[in-house]
């Protein structure tokens, strides 16, 4: 018998196929061979492939990517987690750490986080000297004189092929500190280099002092330096110098910035709130990416427990707003990346914006579009195999308000250059590590 000279190493079929970069959401089969998309097409012949996947009444996506994730493990102290655990061995296919990594500490990431992992790893570097040491903790690292415009923009230039973009903060425990001056310091680093800026919004650090900061005021001085393609995060924060006001009113600023070509990143994190996340979206934002911010700190309640010592050690005693062992980890575990899709779907974004979100437009964030994101044929087979459950699901946020959702998410299958990987992390909900 003479060799299949198109045999496929892998076939996956029948599955709800939704890709937003090629425009597909449909019934097609996805092939694969030597580790790259071979065909997308509905029927293809299961007769000459060496492995077949029956996806049928499952969704099929290109792989997941995570905008927001921290995993220089051993260096951001308990902050930093386990790259596969998050990534891979959670169904997520790519990881962009937000700011863990600095121009100090960019070639250790490379040699002891993104060499080793199975799972992609980028990320956007932290414009501090430091990095995003215990999850920016002490404070007084994180000021303006931390701040290096020259050697971050080498270590970007030097390490493009790792760095997507830059992560700063605009928050009124900075602003109370050192006014704009972290943020102006770090768009004159993004704009040398030529990269997009991922900014943090909502309390990080208590306001001491006496001293006041009106958070929306605050949004109305940091939005007009934001430029195209920069990256406004965590909308939905229950912290003030979210998008809204006290009133729940979404900052006039915003809109302008979404029309200049700004994008808004969930961020989802502790302090996601389901009241403000409404807010936003009755206003009409609908945000662009999602990332999980999944970090030691929210993980459990024993490491929630000790970031809160932790925090109030360097911060004088005093804990940040909602900063406690429940309003971390108001489940054990946490969340997930799917989790996090779940709640957004509950919101009532629809399924097809939200695959875009963690696929096509997270590849555009971080200027991966080229090869990451997609199911063209000939691309990295990447690839997400999603299990939509129907029924009544109670969700929490950081705030312990809940929401019910009549669908969830969780990963079924995840493939990585063609490698079939079976999403069972302990960090995943047990629900989301259940045997299909
Ligand atoms: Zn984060």
């Not at 030597?34 to 996806?55: F, K, M, N």
């Not at 303006?144 to 493009?160: L, R, S, Y």
């Not at 009133?247 to 502790?270: C, M, Q, S, Y």
């Not at 000939?378 to 969700?395: H, K, P, W």
Request: charged share 20%; proline share 5%; aromatic share 8%.
């Amino acid at each position: 018998m003479t060799e299949q000279p198109d045999r496929h190493d892998l076939l996956i079929r029948g599955g709800r196929l939704i890709d937003p970069a090629n425009g597909k959401d449909g019934l097609f089969d996805v092939a694969v061979k030597d580790g790259r998309i071979a065909d997308v097409a509905p029927g293809l012949s299961a007769e000459h492939a060496a492995q077949v996947i029956d996806a049928t009444g499952k969704i099929v996506s290109p792989g997941l990517i995570d905008t927001h994730a921290h995993i220089f493990q051993y260096v951001a102290g308990p902050f930093g987690l386990n790259p596969d655990e998050v990534g891979l061995q959670s169904g997520v296919g790519t990881l962009i750490d937000q700011g863990g990594p600095s121009s100090m500490t960019i070639d250790g990431f490379r040699k002891f986080i993104v060499e080793p992992a199975q799972t992609r790893v980028r990320c956007f570097l932290s414009t501090y000297l430091v990095g995003g040491l215990y999850g920016h903790i002490y404070s007084d690292l994180y000021g303006p004189e931390q701040i290096n415009v020259d050697a971050a923009v080498k270590a970007i230039m030097a390490n493009g092929d790792i760095v997507a973009g830059l992560k700063s903060h605009a928050e009124p425990g900075h602003y109370a500190r050192w006014g704009l001056a972290v943020l102006e310091k770090s768009k004159e680093v993004a704009r040398q280099a030529k990269v997009p800026t991922y900014v943090h919004l909502g309390t990080l650090w208590p306001v001491r002092d006496g001293r006041e900061v009106d958070p929306y005021a605050l949004l109305g001085e940091m939005i007009p330096l934001m430029d195209e393609g920069d990256i406004l995060a965590h909308p939905f924060t229950r912290h003030p110098s979210g998008f809204t006001n006290a009133e729940g009113k979404v900052h006039p600023l915003v809109f302008e910035a979404i029309d200049r070509g700004v994008t808004i990143d969930v961020g989802r994190g502790n302090h996601f709130s389901i009241k403000v996340a409404r807010q936003v979206l009755d206003a009409g934002v609908l945000p662009d990416t999602l990332g999980a911010d999944l970090h030691g700190y929210n993980i459990s309640r024993a490491s929630a427990a000790a970031a809160a010592d932790a925090f109030a050690t360097a911060n004088d005693g005093h804990l940040q707003e909602g900063m406690s062992q429940t309003a971390m980890g108001s489940a054990d575990p946490a969340f997930s990346l799917y989790y996090a899709m779940s709640e957004m779907l509950a919101l009532g974004i629809e399924l097809p914006h939200l695959i875009a979100m963690n696929t096509s437009n997270a590849a555009k964030m971080c200027r991966l579009q080229d090869s990451l994101g997609s199911l063209g044929i000939g691309r990295a087979a990447d690839i997400a195999i999603l299990d939509l459950q129907s029924g009544a699901f109670t969700m929490t946020d950081g705030v312990g308000e809940t929401m019910t959702a009549s669908q969830r998410i969780r990963p079924y299958l995840a493939v990585q250059g063609g490698k079939v990987f079976q999403p069972r992390s302990e960090f995943l909900p047990f629900w989301e590590r259940e045997a299909a």
